[in-house]
């Protein structure tokens, strides 16, 4: 009866931890499928914004996502301007960060940030409420300045 018994405790356990382990994975999915995308413009070219509005949302970021392409990005919003860093945990590839003032308006932009700068963080200049994460070089080549202006309607 007790080899009967050590059975049926292992295979519980391993039970109970293939649940857990589908369970996170469905909380994983959940807060990938809660994004939601904006449309949104910079110096004139739209770009397609997941937006991370929520503390889960702006710390996963696009950590474990697969690499950007050209006319998408992640919009960063906070509940109001302050010194917001960001990292590169579990970022496979570069990307330009660009930070916005609560009028929307350019404060900071950090050029081809590397996922091997992990664990370094990168901050605005000055207190930002908005970040925008681009695809590595896409800031230069749109030619961002400290007159840019991040035009999302319905934001």
């Known amino acids: ?11 519980g356990a391993i039970l ?7 369970a996170l994975d469905d909380v994983v ?11 949104g413009q910079l110096e ?3 770009f397609d914004l997941l937006v991370a509005d ?9 950590g474990g996502r697969p690499q950007l392409e050209p006319g998408e990005g992640m919009l960063f919003v906070f509940d109001k301007p302050d010194f917001e860093c960001f990292w590169m945990k579990d ?12 009028d929307k308006r350019l404060v900071h932009v950090e050029d081809s940030v590397a996922p ?10 000055e207190p930002a409420q908005y970040a925008v994460e681009l695809l ?20």
Not at 16 to 22: D, T
Not at 31 to 36: K, P, Q
Not at 54 to 62: A, F, H
């Open 16 to 22: 109970l931890a293939c649940l857990l382990a589908f």
């Open 136 to 155: 590595e070089g896409q800031a230069e080549a749109l030619g961002v300045s400290g007159e840019t202006v991040l035009d999302v309607p319905n934001l």
């Open 116 to 125: 091997d700068t992990y664990p370094a963080s990168f901050c605005p200049s």
């Open 29 to 39: 999915r959940t807060l990938n499928d809660e994004m939601r995308i904006v449309r």
């Open 54 to 62: 929520t503390n889960e949302l702006r710390l996963q970021g696009l």
């Open 91 to 102: 970022v496979d590839y570069a990307i330009d960060i660009l930070w916005f003032d609560a």
């Open 1 to 11: 009866m007790k080899r009967y018994y050590k059975w049926f405790i292992i295979v």
């Open 44 to 46: 004139g070219a739209s």
